[in-house]
């Protein structure tokens, strides 16, 4: 490379990174507005308290920035992730703005109450557990953090900070193996005993304890939890549908297999489908082992072959007799119909509304692979000497999997289709297969872009064998039911020769033919 080329790959690469830098300023500079605003909407505006808590705000966020750039990279490269954490935070102020309206006249209509004491109801850790459940555990933990600051900026009240503080990490911590919708309203129940205990502690450091306060106060955190957990059901599907993401409680309803896809699929292609099964428990097996989601593994090796409904026939799991289609089909034809599951698949997904993670999961679950079966039967078949054959038309269009999910379901299909060849599989023979099976990927380069290690290579090895060696587990020959190849053998061979003496003793008026199984 030339030092002209390499000067202007430098100076784009540098054009690049401030392109990117001054859009991430321009959202922190947008959302640090739009939260001092919330603070200060009710207060006498003045240019030093308006540029002074716009300045806390937009340092408050550059720390989550970087935290984003030190610990999570995959949201720090990602600018709907980035615009997702900036809407949380600006409309979980809003929405305790709202509340703070609606509480304050409630305790006025009352009468006899401290106004003061209903910022306890106020449901500022709904932000929290979303962020819980949209991205994950970290980044809420954080945001409990700033949420918590910014409260005790709102409100002038320290103590508050810390009673925000702890709501939100609490309903976060709550939420984080959420599989059911029960586990919101359980983690809202904690969230208010939380509420509750903190909201008691402030008033007994007040030397209000003895007081009425302390039950209103009381009664107005428990209400907190319960609020937090309806505002949270009605908001998730919403931002799960805009900023496409999946959590947990839609990842258990595509596991369903009562599923649309997954009827037709048993229906068009049986094979298939127990295959997908199969490899559904290979992968949760061992996904926890490397630290990604299992219940994202198992719906993913679920979908990962449902294009293959389409031409289903022309693949080994679901052809019944001995004859195969693509016996009367060139080995370039054949290729092009096993290459094209990907496709389809990727199309089907999107009609059924699966998600993003899923889809490109479908996409990548061959990654660039080479179809060798059908490459070695071109190469035998092939006379041409002047044309070269092309390696690339029997590969996988790609791209390689990305992530380590993805990863998982590559190896868990090829690791199922080819333990069904073993003649005798013995535990020996099965972590032999395994073995050379992800070794194979591993040589291919097909791991080469996730995240995978080799210590994560080792314990996805030992669980594949684990599972494979259950499922290929010996039986003991009951007596009476043993079945060997002649007496296979002779029963065929009875059975025509009853058919052949029904048919001479027929009458000559009944020309039917008689219909076999296959007929």
Not at 98 to 124: K, Q, R
Not at 271 to 291: C, D, M, P, Q, R
Not at 365 to 380: R, W
Not at 403 to 408: I, Q, S
């Amino acid at each position: 490379m030339t030092n002209a080329k390499k000067d202007s790959l430098k100076i784009s690469y540098k054009k690049g990174i401030s392109r990117e830098a001054a859009v991430k300023g321009l959202l922190l500079i947008f959302f640090g507005a739009l939260l001092a605003v919330v603070i200060v909407w009710d207060r006498v505006l003045s240019l030093e308290n308006t540029t002074g808590i716009f300045l806390i705000v937009t340092l408050l966020l550059f720390i989550f920035y970087k935290d984003f750039m030190r610990y999570k990279p995959s949201i720090y490269k990602n600018y709907k992730l980035i615009f997702l954490v900036g809407v949380l935070l600006v409309s979980n102020l809003i929405i305790g703005r709202g509340f703070y309206y609606i509480l304050v006249g409630f305790t006025e209509w009352l009468g006899n109450i401290d106004p003061h004491l209903s910022f306890y109801a106020i449901p500022l850790s709904v932000g929290s557990m979303l962020t819980a459940l949209l991205l994950d555990i970290h980044t809420a933990i954080v945001f409990s953090v700033i949420t918590g600051l910014l409260a005790g900026i709102w409100l002038g009240n320290p103590f508050y900070s810390i009673f925000t503080f702890a709501a939100g990490l609490t309903s976060a911590f709550g939420v984080i193996r959420c599989k059911k919708r029960s586990t919101l309203w359980k983690a809202g129940f904690f969230t208010g005993l939380v509420c509750v205990f903190t909201s008691v502690t402030i008033t007994f450091l007040s030397g209000k304890l003895m007081t009425v306060n302390a039950p209103v106060a009381a009664l107005f955190a428990f209400a907190n939890g319960i609020i937090v957990t309806t505002l949270v059901s009605a908001f998730l599907p919403l931002l799960e549908y805009f900023f496409k993401l999946t959590t947990d409680i839609s990842l258990l309803e595509l596991v369903d297999l009562n599923q649309p896809l997954m009827r037709n699929l048993l229906v068009l292609a049986p094979g298939t489908y127990h295959h997908s099964i199969i490899v559904g428990n290979l992968v949760e097996s061992a996904a926890e082992a490397v630290g990604v989601n299992p219940l994202l593994a198992r719906v993913s090796a679920y979908y990962h072959d449902i294009g293959k409904m389409k031409m289903h026939d022309y693949f080994i799991e679901n052809q019944a007799g001995l004859i195969s289609k693509h016996d009367k089909l060139t080995p370039h034809m054949s290729g092009l119909i096993l290459i094209s599951h990907v496709k389809e698949g990727v199309e089907l997904a999107k009609q059924h509304n699966l998600p993003e993670s899923v889809i490109n999961i479908i996409q990548q679950h061959h990654g660039n692979s080479l179809i060798t079966y059908f490459y070695q039967k071109a190469k035998e078949q092939h006379e041409d000497a002047s044309k070269p054959l092309s390696e690339e038309d029997f590969r996988y269009p790609g791209p390689r999997p990305q992530t380590r999910v993805a990863a998982l379901v590559l190896m868990a299909d090829a690791v199922e289709a080819a333990s069904r060849v073993l003649t005798d599989p013995t535990p020996a023979r099965i972590s032999a297969l395994v073995d050379r099976v992800v070794n194979h990927f591993f040589i291919d380069g097909q791991l080469d872009d996730c995240e995978l290690t080799l210590k994560d290579l080792k314990e996805i090895k030992k669980h594949f064998v684990y599972i494979l060696t259950g499922m290929f587990h010996r039986r003991i020959s009951y007596p009476g039911f043993e079945i060997k190849d002649e007496d296979i053998d002779k029963e065929q061979a009875k059975t025509q020769m009853d058919k052949q003496e029904k048919s001479k003793k027929s009458s000559p008026e009944d020309t039917t033919p008689i219909r076999t199984t296959y007929g």
